[in-house]
């Protein structure tokens, strides 16, 4: 029989012991530990170095600084012209509840006015006109007034002695109502033209 088999290598020895790593092992730990120090020293050194210039910062900021200055004479008088226009804040029409014509003025256009001050005094001759017709009308009422009731006292007087009818009683107390309601009449449109 052929044995196909390749052969085997030759067994090799066996590994020597590790002693040598376990020496490099505690070498770079102790390095490690090292280095992580000088980081954390460097980092502290820094850290109260930043925190000496904040406090010598916040000291030099904290004292005020005031500011002085001379007063000088300046110029007496500056002059600017600017393009502008002026408006009133408030402005009101006023319209005259007559008509007339301007007899006198109190008040200049812009002049700065007060509620129920006079401005103006207007001359009404049309209304001054129908004022007097009206007052003549109240006269004239008043004495028809006065003559409608001296002669219903003398027919209601005639009427109880039977001496007049009693349509003519009726007739001249009639009459007096009328007179009355006309004076009325007269003299509200007194009152309406004043």
Known sequence: M?????PRPPRSAPP????KKKSYFWLWLILGLI???LAVAGVTVKRMAAQKQLQS???QMAVQTVLTVNPTKGAPTVLITLPGSVQAYIQTTVYAQVTGYLKRWLVDIGTPVKEGQLLAEIETPQLDQQLAAAQATVVQGQASTDLAQTTADRYN???DSNAVSKQDVDTNNGNLA??????TNAKANVAGHQ
């Open 35 to 37: 280095v992580l120090g």
């Open 57 to 59: 910062v916040t000291q």
């Open 2 to 6: 052929v044995d196909n088999r390749e």
């Open 157 to 159: 007087s005639l009427a």
């Open 16 to 19: 020597p012991p590790r002693k």
């Open 178 to 183: 009328v007179a009355k309601a006309n004076l």
